[in-house]
Structure formats: C-alpha cells, structure tokens
C-alpha cells in the first residue's frame, strides 16, 4: 500500500503569531522568511508608518464634542497650551468658546462684586494678597490639568442648579445690599459652569482652585469687627504680660498699653493679626494641597494658621514695645512699622517651617515606612 507523505498542519495561533495576525492564502504574501525573520517589504514599512502616525494623534474622547485632554504620558501639556490647541480645532473650537463665553456672561451679570474686589483690594491692607489669589487658583487648575483626561459626563443637573443658587444670590443681593452675599454667588456660579461643561468628575478636580478664591473675598464689615476686636485684646494682653516678665513695666487698659516716660502704645484695629491670619490661611491651605500626606496632616497644616499669626502678631507689637521704650518712638511708627511687619511675615514662614517639621516627624512615626521584603533565597 503506498504512503503519502503528510505535511505537518500549523495551528490557528502559531499561524496568527508567525504572520503578524495577518491571513494566508491566495492574494496575500508573506513577509516572514524561514527563520522567523521579518522582511521589511514596502507593506510592513506603510503599515509601521500608520501606527506610529496613530500613536502620535491626540486622544479622542468617546463622545462626540467632547475635548481631549492631556494623558499622563504627555505631561508637558498644560492649560495654556492646550486651549491654544483647541482653539486651532474646528471640533473643539466651539466648546473652548463657549466655556469663555459664559465665564463673561456670569462677569457681566456679577459686574458689581467685581469692581468690589478691585476697591477692598486696593484700599484695605488686609485684603491687599487679593490680586495674587485668582494667579494661584489658576496654578491650581493647571496641576490638576496635568493629571490626565477626564470622563466629562453626569453634571448637567447638578452645574443648572448651582447656576440657578448664583443668580438666586445675586437677586438677593439687590433687596439686601451686602456684597459678601454676591462675591459667595460668584464663586458658586463658577463652579456650576465648571459642572455644566466639564460634568462632576471635573467639578471634583477642579474644586480646590475654585474653593482657594474665597481667600480673595473681603469680609463683612460686621463679622470682622467681631473677629478683630477679640484678636486686639488677646495680643495686648499676651504683650504686656510678655513686656512685664521681661523688665518692661506696662500698664494695659483694654487695647492702650502705657509704658514708663508717658509712652503709650495703642494696639488699633490694622494690628489686630487679621492681615496675618488671612495670608496665612490661604497660605497653609495652599500648602495643605500641595502636600502628599493624609488627611490629618492637611488638617493640622491649615489649623497651624490661627496660633502662628497670632504669634508673629504678639511678637511684633513686643518688639515695638521694645523699640519705644530703650530706643526711640520714631522707629515704631511709619516706613519702619511697615518693615517691621514684613520681619514678622518672613517670622511666621519660618513658624511654619518648623511646624511642618514636626509634622513630618509624627507622620513617619504614625505610617512609617515599610520595610523592603528580604532578598529571596535561592
């Protein structure tokens, strides 16, 4: 009986691994010789010339209209660059527009807390970190830009009602005219148009920029009054006491503080330590965010505000009292008042510093860090 020679049949997946996924038979050729070896033949070139060109597009995002944001491996991104981007493309050039569009409607509408931040900003010393908060906000939205693309979907709902409580505050801002209640409705108005174009997961990311521009709303008049006047009477009181133990006499009344040769000193209501308070806050909450540690942490770093602006406010009305009583008034008053004041910022930075220190030093002794597992062992 005569034999046949059988020729050994290859299976689908060594077939699909060998050819590159790619069908045999009658039309087609293959690029691989005997060996396993790649030809490079005109196909593959074009072929490998459409995926690298694929891999260089920007993402596309799965519906359609939708902007495409940066993705992790293009960390070099940014805002800025990015809008300019999108402003060159037809598909995202509406969306970028109309984004800007209704940031200008809810400027125009809010026109009168506008020009209210400029005046507090420009006549109150307290306020005067104001012209830097809406920069910084702006540094916040751009590091949370760099984290990657963003699912923008589910906030049409939740960005018309915060919409909807903006103009409500704004309409109860012509009955009651308080401006505080207006400067409030501005920022929620911004981040209902952040929920209505971007949806919630961009309102989640974007939030902290949006909150940090509450450090650039003035107070009212009232509720600061009740906030300072408790202020001015402890730092006097810590001062004297302070100025005493230390062979000072000082006689305190309320806010006056008398000391030997008809010196009197008055602690007034702009050294209060609310200046300091307020840089302080907003500077611990942008330290606060910065930092990769947990929650607590966070916490403990924006709570450290309170004690460190009264500390350097004390000390500071202790070294006036200093100057006036062994050197002479005049260097307690005016220009040198004023770079007294910016010692004690540069004092309270360096309050800080030492506070976040310690911080550090309780945190690796709550969490230490684990240690690396053995070598294994042959």
Same mark, same amino acid.
């Given at each position: 009986?005569?034999?046949?020679?059988? +020729?050994?049949?290859?299976?689908?997946?060594?077939?699909?691994?060998?050819?590159?996924?790619?069908? !045999?038979?009658?039309?087609?050729?293959?690029?691989?010789?005997?060996?396993?070896?790649?030809?490079?033949?005109?196909?593959?070139?074009?072929?490998?010339?459409?995926?690298?060109?694929?891999?260089?597009?920007?993402?596309?995002?799965?519906?359609?209209?939708?902007?495409?944001?940066?993705?992790?491996?293009?960390?070099?991104?940014?805002?800025?660059?990015?809008?300019?981007?999108?402003?060159?493309?037809?598909?995202?050039?509406? %969306?970028?527009?109309?984004?800007?569009?209704?940031?200008?409607?809810?400027?125009?509408?809010?026109?009168?807390?506008?020009?209210?931040?400029?005046?507090? %900003?420009?006549?109150?010393?307290?306020?005067?970190?104001? &012209?830097?908060?809406?920069?910084?906000?702006?540094?916040?939205?751009?590091?949370?830009?760099?984290? #990657? /693309?963003? *699912?923008? @979907?589910?906030?049409?709902?939740?960005?018309?009602?915060?919409?909807?409580?903006?103009?409500?505050?704004?309409?109860?801002?012509?009955?009651?005219?308080?401006?505080? &209640?207006?400067?409030?409705?501005?920022?929620?108005?911004?981040?209902?148009?952040?929920?209505?174009?971007?949806?919630?997961?961009?309102?989640?990311?974007?939030? &902290?920029?949006?909150? &940090?521009?509450?450090?650039?709303?003035?107070?009212?008049?009232?509720?600061? +009054?009740?906030?300072?006047?408790?202020? $001015?009477?402890?730092?006097?009181?810590?001062?004297?006491? =302070?100025? !005493?133990?230390?062979?000072?006499?000082?006689?305190?009344?309320? !806010?006056?503080?008398?000391?030997?040769?008809?010196?009197?000193?008055?602690?007034?209501?702009?050294?209060?330590?609310?200046?300091?308070?307020?840089?302080?806050?907003?500077?611990?909450?942008?330290?606060?965010?910065?930092?990769?540690?947990?929650? %607590?942490?966070?916490?403990?770093?924006?709570?450290?505000?309170?004690?460190? *602006?009264?500390?350097?406010?004390?000390?500071?009305?202790?070294?006036?009292?200093?100057?006036?009583?062994?050197?002479?008034?005049?260097? *307690?008053?005016?220009?040198?008042?004023?770079?007294?004041?910016?010692?004690?910022?540069?004092? #309270?930075?360096?309050?800080?510093?030492?506070? @976040?220190?310690?911080?550090? $030093?309780?945190?690796?002794?709550?969490?230490?860090?684990? =240690?690396?597992? /053995?070598?294994?062992?042959?």
């Amino acid at each position: 009986m005569a034999t046949m020679p059988i +020729t050994p049949v290859q299976s689908p997946q060594e077939g699909s691994e060998a050819t590159g996924n790619a069908p !045999n038979g009658p039309g087609f050729k293959d690029d691989l010789t005997t060996s396993g070896e790649r030809v490079d033949s005109p196909d593959n070139r074009a072929s490998q010339a459409l995926k690298q060109e694929g891999s260089a597009r920007p993402p596309l995002s799965a519906v359609a209209g939708e902007p495409a944001h940066a993705t992790s491996a293009d960390s070099s991104l940014d805002l800025h660059t990015y809008l300019l981007k999108a402003l060159s493309d037809p598909q995202q050039r509406n %969306w970028v527009i109309g984004t800007l569009g209704c940031l200008l409607l809810l400027c125009k509408v809010f026109e009168v807390n506008l020009s209210h931040f400029v005046y507090a %900003w420009t006549t109150d010393e307290n306020y005067s970190h104001g &012209f830097l908060v809406p920069f910084i906000s702006l540094y916040f939205a751009n590091q949370a830009f760099k984290r #990657g /693309p963003l *699912a923008m @979907r589910g906030g049409l709902v939740l960005g018309f009602c915060l919409l909807a409580v903006s103009l409500f505050g704004r309409l109860v801002m012509v009955l009651l005219p308080i401006p505080f &209640f207006g400067d409030l409705a501005f920022l929620v108005g911004i981040a209902g148009i952040c929920s209505l174009i971007g949806g919630q997961e961009a309102l989640k990311r974007y939030g &902290f920029a949006i909150f &940090f521009l509450i450090f650039m709303v003035p107070l009212p008049i009232a509720l600061y +009054t009740k906030i300072a006047s408790p202020l $001015q009477l402890l730092a006097s009181q810590i001062a004297t006491m =302070a100025l !005493n133990a230390t062979g000072v006499p000082v006689l305190c009344e309320g !806010n006056m503080m008398s000391l030997p040769g008809g010196i009197q000193m008055f602690v007034a209501e702009a050294c209060s330590g609310m200046r300091q308070l307020t840089g302080f806050l907003a500077l611990t909450a942008a330290v606060a965010y910065l930092s990769q540690r947990p929650a %607590w942490y966070r916490l403990a770093v924006v709570a450290s505000a309170i004690p460190i *602006a009264i500390t350097a406010n004390v000390t500071r009305i202790i070294l006036t009292g200093y100057i006036m009583y062994f050197v002479d008034r005049q260097y *307690a008053s005016g220009t040198y008042h004023t770079l007294e004041g910016l010692l004690m910022m540069g004092f #309270g930075l360096g309050l800080l510093s030492l506070g @976040r220190t310690a911080l550090d $030093q309780l945190a690796t002794l709550v969490s230490p860090t684990p =240690a690396s597992p /053995p070598p294994a062992v042959a």
